[in-house]
C-alpha cells in the first residue's frame, strides 16, 4: 500500500473510532441535561424543616452555623410525617436526636486521631415513629470547631431512598469528571513513564499526569460518592486535606519542568514544602498540638504563593521563548484558567460563607486547563514516539547488514563496549569464517558469492540465535555469542545443528563450491583478558580449524 493509500486508510479509521466516541459521550450527557423534571419529582415528596427551629430559651435557632454545644427544637405534627424520614446534611457536628425527650438517633462516631478531631461531611435518613398530635422534635448539637464550621444543612422529611437518589443524582456528573480526569492522569503518567529514561519530556508529563489525577481525586472527594459508599466519612475528610496539600506541589513540579525552571530555588521549596505541610500537619495531629482544620491556613498561605510563583514562571518562560511559540497563547490560556478557577474559589472559602459546592470555579477551570494541557501533552507524546521510532529504524539500519539481515560490524563493537562494562557472567565468543569463498567469487561471480553468505548467515543465526547473538563483521567473517548458564552445552549443541543443517544446504542446493564453515570458540569471563584478546584466542582456533578444512579437501 503506497503513502497516499495509507494515509486515507488511516484518516477514514480515525473518523469511524471519533465517531463512536462521539456517540458515547452524547450518550452520557443525555443523561445528565435534563436532571431538572427529575429532581423536581424527587423534591414534591419532601417538606423542608431547615427552618422555624427555636432555642432553648424561645429565641430564633439557625442550624446553618453550630457552635459549641446547642439544642434546637421543632414542634412536629405527626400527620405531616406520612412514613417519611428525617433527612439533613452535617459538617464537622455530633448530634442527638430526641422525640419529645425519647432519643431516636445519636451521631458520635469515634474517628481515629490520624484523622483529626471530627469527621468532616456526612448524609443522615432517621427514621420517624407515627404517631398522632404534636410531638417536639429536638436536635443536641456539639461542633467539634469553633467559627460557625459545623452545620446541619438541607434539613427535610423525605422518603430515605429518594434522598439518596437526589444525592446520587446531584453528585454523579462531578464524580464521573474526575473519573474522567484521574483515567487522563493515568494514561499521561504511563506515556510518560514511557519516554523519561531517555527525555526531560517525560518528566514534564509524568508531572502533568501526577497532576491531574491528585486534582481529580480531591474533586471525588468533595462529592457524597465516597462518604456513601464507604460509610467512612473522616477518611474522606482526611484525604481531602491531605490531597489539598499536595496539590501546589504537584503543581509547581509540572510548572518546573514546563517552563524549563529546573534550576529555580523557590520552585524546588514551593515543591517540597507540599511534602513538609504534609508531614506536619499529621504529626502535629497525631501528637494533639493542633489539627488539620487549624492548620488550613499554612494550606491557603502555600495555595496562594503556588499561584504567584506559577504565574511569574509561566510570564518569565513566555518573555524567553522557552514554551513554543505556536502554543503559548492556548497554554498560556489553560494556566491562567486554573489559576482563576484556584483563585476564586480560594477567596470564596476565606470571605464568603459558602458551604456547597466549593470547588466550583476551581473545577471548572482545571477541566479546561487538563483538557487542553492533555491534549497539547499527548502530541508532545505522539511526536517524540515518532522521532524516537524513526531514531530507532536509523539505528536499526545502521546496526543491520544489508546483504543478511544480522547485526553488523557496528553493531558488535557496541556489544563488546556493554559487555567490557557491564556483563558479569561468562561469554562464549565464537568466531566463523566461509571457507572458499575468495573462489566463489571469482570462478561463479558475486551473486553466487552472495548466496553463499546469505546461506551462511542463515545457519548461523538459527543455530546461535536462540543462546546470544550474531554478526556479520567481515565479507566472509561472522562472530556468535552463547550467553548465559550451560555455555558450552549450548555451544556444542548449536556446533552439531550447525553441522548438520550445512550438509542439508549443500544436498538440496547443490552449489558449485560446498558451503563450508571453519569456527573457533574462546571464552571470556569478564576478568583478565578483555574481549579483543579473547576473539584472538577463537581467532586462532578458527584459523586451525579452516587449514585443517583445506588440507582434508586436496
Same mark, same amino acid.
Given at each position: 500500500?503506497d503513502?497516499?493509500?495509507?494515509?486515507k486508510?488511516?484518516?477514514?479509521?480515525?473518523?469511524?473510532?471519533?465517531s463512536?466516541?462521539?456517540v458515547?459521550?452524547v450518550?452520557?450527557?443525555?443523561i445528565?441535561?435534563?436532571?431538572g423534571?427529575a429532581?423536581r419529582d424527587?423534591?414534591?415528596t419532601?417538606?423542608?424543616l431547615q427552618?422555624?427551629?427555636?432555642?432553648?430559651?424561645?429565641s430564633?435557632?439557625?442550624?446553618?452555623?453550630?457552635?459549641?454545644? &446547642?439544642s434546637?427544637?421543632f414542634?412536629l405534627?405527626?400527620?405531616?410525617?406520612?412514613?417519611?424520614?428525617?433527612?439533613?446534611?452535617t459538617?464537622?457536628?455530633n448530634?442527638?436526636?430526641y422525640?419529645?425527650?425519647?432519643l431516636i438517633?445519636?451521631?458520635? +462516631?469515634?474517628?481515629?486521631?490520624l484523622y483529626?478531631r471530627?469527621?468532616?461531611t456526612?448524609?443522615?435518613?432517621i427514621p420517624l415513629?407515627?404517631y398522632e398530635?404534636?410531638?417536639?422534635?429536638?436536635?443536641d448539637t456539639?461542633?467539634e470547631?469553633?467559627?460557625?464550621?459545623?452545620?446541619?444543612k438541607?434539613?427535610?422529611? &423525605?422518603?430515605g431512598?429518594?434522598y439518596l437518589?437526589?444525592?446520587?443524582?446531584?453528585n454523579?456528573?462531578?464524580f464521573?469528571l %474526575?473519573?474522567?480526569?484521574?483515567?487522563?492522569g493515568?494514561?499521561?503518567?504511563?506515556?510518560g513513564?514511557?519516554v523519561?529514561g531517555?527525555?526531560?519530556k517525560?518528566?514534564?508529563?509524568?508531572s502533568m499526569g501526577?497532576?491531574?489525577?491528585?486534582s481529580?481525586?480531591?474533586?471525588?472527594?468533595?462529592?457524597?460518592?465516597f462518604?456513601?459508599s464507604?460509610?467512612n466519612? %473522616?477518611?474522606?475528610?482526611?484525604?481531602?486535606?491531605?490531597?489539598l496539600?499536595l496539590? +501546589?506541589g504537584?503543581?509547581?513540579?509540572?510548572i518546573?519542568?514546563?517552563?524549563k525552571?529546573?534550576?529555580?530555588?523557590?520552585?524546588?521549596?514551593?515543591?517540597?514544602?507540599?511534602?513538609?505541610l504534609?508531614?506536619?500537619?499529621?504529626?502535629?495531629?497525631?501528637i494533639g498540638?493542633?489539627?488539620y482544620h487549624?492548620?488550613?491556613?499554612f494550606t491557603q498561605?502555600h495555595?496562594?504563593?503556588?499561584?504567584v510563583?506559577?504565574?511569574?514562571?509561566?510570564?518569565?518562560?513566555?518573555?524567553?521563548?522557552?514554551?513554543q511559540? *505556536?502554543?503559548?497563547r492556548l497554554l498560556?490560556?489553560a494556566?491562567?484558567?486554573?489559576?482563576?478557577g484556584?483563585s476564586i474559589?480560594?477567596?470564596?472559602?476565606?470571605c464568603l460563607?459558602?458551604?456547597?459546592d466549593k470547588?466550583?470555579?476551581?473545577?471548572?477551570g482545571?477541566l479546561?486547563f487538563v483538557?487542553?494541557?492533555s491534549?497539547?501533552?499527548a502530541?508532545e507524546?505522539?511526536?517524540y514516539?515518532r522521532?524516537?521510532?524513526?531514531?530507532?529504524?536509523? *539505528?536499526?539500519l545502521a546496526?543491520?547488514d544489508a546483504?543478511?539481515g544480522?547485526?553488523n560490524?557496528m553493531?558488535?563493537?557496541e556489544?563488546?563496549?556493554?559487555?567490557?562494562?557491564?556483563s558479569?557472567?561468562?561469554?562464549l565468543?565464537?568466531?566463523?569464517?566461509?571457507?572458499?569463498l575468495?573462489r566463489?567469487?571469482?570462478?561463479?561471480?558475486h551473486?553466487?558469492?552472495d548466496?553463499?553468505i546469505?546461506?551462511a548467515?542463515?545457519?548461523?543465526?538459527d543455530?546461535?540465535?536462540g543462546?546470544?547473538?550474531?554478526f556479520?563483521t567481515g565479507?566472509d567473517e561472522?562472530?556468535a555469542?552463547?550467553e548465559?548458564?550451560a555455555g558450552? %552445552?549450548?555451544?556444542?549443541? %548449536?556446533?552439531?545443528k550447525?553441522? &548438520?543443517e550445512?550438509?542439508k544446504y549443500n544436498k538440496?542446493?547443490?552449489p558449485p563450491?560446498?558451503?563450508q564453515?571453519?569456527?573457533?570458540?574462546?571464552e571470556?569471563?569478564?576478568?583478565g583478558?578483555?574481549p579483543?584478546?579473547v576473539?584472538?584466542?577463537?581467532?586462532?582456533q578458527m584459523?586451525l580449524?579452516k587449514?585443517r578444512?583445506?588440507?582434508e579437501?586436496?
Open positions: 500500500m503513502t497516499r493509500r495509507l494515509r486508510a488511516n484518516r477514514g479509521f480515525n473518523v469511524v473510532v471519533i463512536f466516541v462521539a458515547l459521550f450518550l452520557f450527557f443525555l445528565w441535561i435534563d436532571t423534571s429532581t424527587l423534591d414534591s419532601s417538606t423542608s427552618y422555624n427551629w427555636n432555642n432553648a430559651d424561645g430564633h435557632g439557625d442550624l446553618d452555623v453550630l457552635e459549641g454545644e &446547642q434546637f427544637f414542634a405534627d405527626g400527620s405531616s410525617i406520612e412514613g417519611r424520614d428525617l433527612c439533613f446534611r459538617k464537622n457536628t448530634f442527638k436526636v422525640l419529645d425527650d425519647e438517633y445519636r451521631y458520635e +462516631p469515634e474517628v481515629p486521631v483529626g471530627s469527621y468532616g456526612f448524609f443522615h435518613s415513629p407515627e398530635g404534636v410531638r417536639t422534635l429536638r436536635i456539639h461542633a470547631y469553633s467559627g460557625g464550621n459545623g452545620f446541619i438541607e434539613c427535610q422529611l &423525605q422518603y431512598s429518594r437518589v437526589k444525592l446520587y443524582a446531584e454523579t456528573p462531578n464521573l %474526575a473519573v474522567f480526569m484521574f483515567a487522563i493515568v494514561i499521561l503518567m504511563l506515556g513513564a514511557a523519561a531517555s527525555s526531560s517525560g518528566r514534564e508529563i509524568i501526577l497532576f491531574t489525577v491528585l481529580s481525586s480531591w474533586i471525588a472527594s468533595e462529592t457524597a460518592f462518604q456513601l464507604s460509610n466519612p %473522616a477518611a474522606v475528610h482526611f484525604m481531602s486535606y491531605i490531597l496539600i496539590l +501546589p504537584s503543581a509547581m513540579l509540572f518546573r519542568a514546563f517552563a525552571r529546573n534550576r529555580s530555588l523557590i520552585c524546588k521549596v514551593m515543591i517540597w514544602m507540599s511534602l513538609f504534609c508531614f506536619t500537619d499529621v504529626a502535629f495531629t497525631l498540638i493542633a489539627d487549624d492548620m488550613i491556613v498561605i495555595i496562594g504563593a503556588a499561584i510563583v506559577s504565574s511569574v514562571s509561566i510570564v518569565i518562560a513566555v518573555k524567553r521563548r522557552e514554551i511559540r *505556536r502554543a503559548t498560556v490560556a494556566f491562567f484558567l486554573a489559576i482563576a484556584a474559589d480560594l477567596w470564596r472559602y476565606i460563607d459558602v458551604s456547597a470547588a466550583l470555579f476551581f473545577r471548572i482545571i479546561a483538557v487542553i494541557m491534549a497539547y501533552e502530541r507524546l505522539y511526536k514516539r522521532y524516537a521510532m524513526e531514531a530507532d529504524t536509523m *539505528r536499526k546496526h543491520t546483504l543478511t544480522i547485526e560490524r553493531a558488535f563493537t556489544y563488546e563496549n556493554n559487555i567490557r562494562e557491564q558479569s557472567e561468562d561469554i565468543l565464537v568466531q566463523l569464517d566461509i571457507n572458499f575468495k566463489v567469487n571469482d570462478e561463479f561471480g551473486v553466487e558469492g548466496k553463499h546469505a546461506a548467515a542463515s545457519i548461523i543465526s543455530c546461535f540465535g543462546s546470544g547473538r550474531v556479520r565479507g561472522f562472530i555469542t552463547v548465559g548458564l558450552k %552445552a549450548k555451544y556444542d549443541e %548449536a556446533i552439531n550447525m553441522e &548438520q550445512i550438509a538440496a542446493n547443490k563450491i560446498p558451503l564453515i571453519a569456527y573457533g570458540m574462546a571470556y569471563t569478564g576478568h583478558k578483555n579483543e584478546e576473539l584472538k584466542e577463537a581467532d586462532t584459523y580449524m587449514t578444512m583445506k588440507e579437501k586436496e
